[in-house]
């Protein structure tokens, strides 16, 4: 018994277990090789069937997985899965409140806390932050979110979406 692949129409629609002399009529039947359902055959060798389409599905897949990957502020890796924007963005919006009732630079007081405020980047360093700072990391976490829609839009629109979408860094921010 060997690996043998069903022709039907140039395609292999079939792959059994048969000896050399099995029949089907009306069908061809060769060694398989290396051949799976879908793949082509010449009469001579096997070809692979091509690739899918990429999606707009798979492309924002990517996208969400590189907006969640996090991103780098001040030199320092920060996580940004939904939980972390939404906590970054609560940050940033009570920093901007500060600077608009006047806290000043450095003051590491200024969300009304008897501690520095600080936040911890993905290695778990903590680092202080004043409002100014905190405000211009939430800016950041936004730049890196919208940047990724963008780009995403621009594979979207392409037509065919390239294959290498997910793994071609020149795609992304």
Known sequence: MTRRAVIDGGIVVNIIEAGPDF??????????????IGW??????????????????????????RID????FNGVHYQSAPKDRENIAGAATAALGAMMAGVQP?????HG???DFRWI??????????AQTTFAFGQ????HKQAHIFAARVLKDMDPIPADY???EAYWP
């Open 23 to 36: 029949e089907l009529p009306g069908k061809t039947l060769v060694d398989a090789g290396n051949a799976s």
């Open 40 to 65: 082509s055959w010449d009469g001579e060798a096997f070809t692979s069937p091509p690739a899918p389409p990429v999606t707009a599905d798979q492309v924002d897949a990517e996208r969400d997985r």
């Open 69 to 72: 990957a996090g991103f780098a």
């Open 106 to 110: 450095g003051d590491l007081r200024w």
């Open 113 to 115: 806390g008897g501690d």
């Open 121 to 130: 980047a993905a290695d778990n360093t903590e680092h202080d932050m004043d």
């Open 140 to 143: 950041e976490a936004m730049r």
């Open 166 to 168: 997910a793994t071609n």
